[in-house]
């Protein structure tokens, strides 16, 4: 979850805060030593503006990558697989005429 965390760019005072719990509780959290309830992972899920279990597989997937000690390779290919789909956005939307301004 730290790592979701950290690629979505909140530090661990604004997580805690957005989620309603204490910081040191989101610590026990993101070390492993505490499981959050489903209703927690709903709030991440809507903090990042995605599917629960969209949040599940993400974990679930970097958790084998650390495992074959690939984490931060996972970690280059989702955020390149992010700016790709982006881009594809962005062009569509100018192709649509329907660009908004940044």
Same mark, same amino acid.
């Given at each position: ?12 005072? $604004? ?5 309603g ?10 070390n492993g030593k505490?499981?959050?309830? =489903?209703?927690l992972?709903k709030?991440?899920?809507d903090?990042?503006? =995605?599917?629960?279990?969209s949040?599940? @597989? @993400?974990?679930e997937? @970097? ?6 000690n690939?984490g ?5 290919? @989702? ?11 962005? $062009?569509?939307?100018s ?8």
């Amino acid at each position: 979850m730290k790592r979701t965390r950290s690629i979505y760019g909140l530090t661990a005072g $604004q997580m805690s805060s957005e989620l309603g719990i204490s910081a040191s509780y989101l610590s026990e959290i993101e070390n492993g030593k505490k499981q959050p309830s =489903i209703d927690l992972l709903k709030k991440y899920a809507d903090i990042y503006g =995605i599917k629960l279990s969209s949040l599940i @597989l @993400l974990s679930e997937s @970097l958790e084998e990558a650390k495992e074959r000690n690939d984490g931060s390779a996972f970690i280059r290919q @989702l955020m390149l697989n992010l700016i790709n789909g982006m881009a594809k956005d962005i $062009q569509k939307e100018s192709l649509d005429g329907t660009e908004k301004p940044i």
